[in-house]
């Protein structure tokens, strides 16, 4: 069983929404690089989302989510998993999302990027008053029951939920 650890917040000043992942996967982890798995349609979904054109760059991408006042983070701060498959996270240590949202006020928002990163968040924090969840469909390859324009139909709602 390998121990993983998961990256630094992206985050400004002007963050109204945190996007939650579960864990960053073994190739992600390999490349420093949130969502680096080719198949992911993480960065796509978002350059969908925001009219851009879908840059190599990872700080251009980086810079779309800070451009639309888009955090991003994962639930585990560390774990113990094999391979990169969600269902193998075990032996759990939470990163401090309560702190950070203390530290921004103006993160009022928090979407789960698919049903496990919401379950380990629910099991491991407790929600906060003034804060709206959402758990989206995951844009990882395993949720392949999800094609891209499925995703943004579920996706869009972060821009118009209030």
């Known amino acids: 069983m390998a121990f993983k650890n998961s990256f630094p917040v992206i985050i400004n000043e002007e963050a109204e929404i ?13 490349k420093q690089a949130y969502y ?9 979904l978002m350059a969908n989302l925001f009219n851009r054109e879908l840059s190599d760059s ?12 888009i955090a991003l983070w994962d639930v585990c701060k560390s774990a113990y998993r094999e391979g990169s498959m969600d269902t193998a996270i ?11 949202l203390s530290s921004y006020p103006k993160l009022k928002k928090i979407v789960f990027n698919g049903q496990k990163a ?22 990882s390859p395993a949720n392949a029951s999800y094609n ?11 821009l ?3």
Not at 24 to 30: E, F, K, V
Not at 58 to 69: H, P, T
Not at 151 to 156: A, F, R, S
């Open 148 to 158: 891209l324009n499925r995703l943004m139909e579920h996706w869009c709602e972060i």
């Open 118 to 139: 919401m379950k380990l968040y629910d099991k491991h924090l407790k929600r906060m008053d003034g804060i709206s969840y959402y758990c989206m469909p995951s844009t």
């Open 36 to 44: 680096a798995h080719p198949q992911n349609r993480f960065w796509k």
């Open 58 to 69: 990872y700080s251009e991408r980086v810079q779309l989510l800070q451009d639309n006042r």
């Open 160 to 162: 118009t939920n209030d």
């Open 18 to 30: 945190l996007i939650l992942g579960s864990l960053p996967g073994d190739l992600s982890i390999a």
């Open 90 to 100: 075990q032996e759990v240590e939470a990163n401090a999302i309560h702190e950070l």
